[in-house]
């Protein structure tokens, strides 16, 4: 899977798992969680937040089985990259249940209906001004129920904007959510020690 598309051309990047298994501690995932990722890409966030809700279910078969039914939930646009993530599902013990190929913008009522109290999200970053990134973290955030969580990756230009449509799109995040945390990662280059 890893060798499978990281076109960062496209603004494909796959996520990786150290990141994935972050994303889903500091969602507080639990047992009951519905994960929903409108861009799910290969399904990355959606194996690990199933792999932590199995593990939370400990053992209950029928409770396992409605986590692999009803509370994973995925948008893959690209039919290559959703032909990876329906195999990678398949490979982690789940049949894609409620994965789909299609617009997450025009797919959002239809998910609505299986209530996301978890929104995890690595969007495309294929627009220069990260406004398409903004884009993606509101449609993740109109399909999560009330007092949910949504943690993205975004990249830090979105924080940034003070004036034009990235302030616009910023205000509009704000206005009906809770800013909790940001976290900035930068490269970290190592030299070796001389011994």
């Known amino acids: 899977m ?18 994935t298994n972050l994303f889903c501690d500091i969602a507080k995932i639990t047992k009951d969680s ?6 799910c890409g290969t399904g990355g966030f959606l194996v690990v937040a199933m792999e932590k809700m199995i ?9 396992i089985e409605n986590i692999k039914k009803q509370q994973l939930v995925g948008i893959e646009y690209q039919d290559h990259i ?5 195999s990678n599902m398949i490979l982690h013990g789940d049949g894609k249940t409620n994965i ?3 617009d997450c913008f025009k797919q959002i009522n239809e998910i609505k209906k299986y209530k996301p109290t978890i929104g995890l999200l690595n969007p495309p970053y294929n627009d220069s001004t990260g406004l398409n990134e903004l884009e993606f973290v509101l449609n993740n955030l109109e399909a999560i129920e009330k007092n949910g969580v949504c943690i993205a990756i975004m990249p830090t230009r979105c924080a940034l904007y003070q004036k034009g449509a990235g302030m616009e799109l910023k205000k ?3 206005k009906n959510t809770h800013l909790k945390q940001s976290f900035q990662c930068q490269k970290t280059y190592f030299t070796p020690l001389e011994l």
């Open 2 to 19: 890893k060798y499978a598309n990281n076109d960062s051309g496209l603004g494909i990047v796959l996520t990786p798992s150290h990141i």
């Open 100 to 102: 789909t190929k299609g």
């Open 172 to 174: 509009k995040l704000l």
């Open 82 to 86: 959703f032909t990876l993530c329906c």
């Open 34 to 39: 519905v994960a929903f990722d409108n861009c």
């Open 55 to 63: 593990q939370l279910a400990k053992g209950d078969l029928s409770k």
